[in-house]
Nanobody, 115 residues
Framework: QVQLVESGGGLVQPGGSLRLSCVASGSISIVANMGWYRQAPGNQGELVAGITSGGRTDYADSVKGRFTISRDNGKNTVYLQMNGLKPEDTDVYYC?????????WGQGIQVTVSS
């Protein structure tokens, strides 16, 4: 099985920064795509940022220019650097790993942006 463990969340003031980490363990392939999701309006999961095995990245319009996703395959870890945080970024963030058609999810980590 695959296990994803997130860390780095917490409470930060508007304009502040956080870095989320997601460490994958188990049967992991470097060809896996990974990403970060949060709950979007209408209870739809929103892809905040994604990164392919080849390093291509994609971001939600709301976070472009502020968030950066990266991965370290040697550490089986994906990161989400979040700068210029806004109150509307407050949510539970979920790490996702995709192997073929199989999706794996972390348990979620809280990010709260408030003064």
């Amino acid at each position: 099985q695959v296990q994803l463990v997130e860390s780095g969340g917490g409470l930060v003031q508007p304009g502040g920064s956080l870095r989320l980490s997601c460490v994958a363990s188990g049967s992991i392939s470097i060809v896996a795509n990974m990403g970060w999701y949060r709950q979007a309006p209408g209870n739809q999961g929103e892809l905040v940022a994604g990164i392919t095995s080849g390093g291509r990245t994609d971001y939600a319009d709301s976070v472009k220019g502020r968030f950066t996703i990266s991965r370290d395959n040697g550490k089986n870890t994906v990161y989400l650097q979040m700068n210029g945080l806004k109150p509307e970024d407050t949510d539970v963030y979920y790490c996702q790993l995709v192997l073929g058609v199989q999706n794996y999810w972390g348990q979620g980590i809280q990010v709260t942006v408030s003064s």
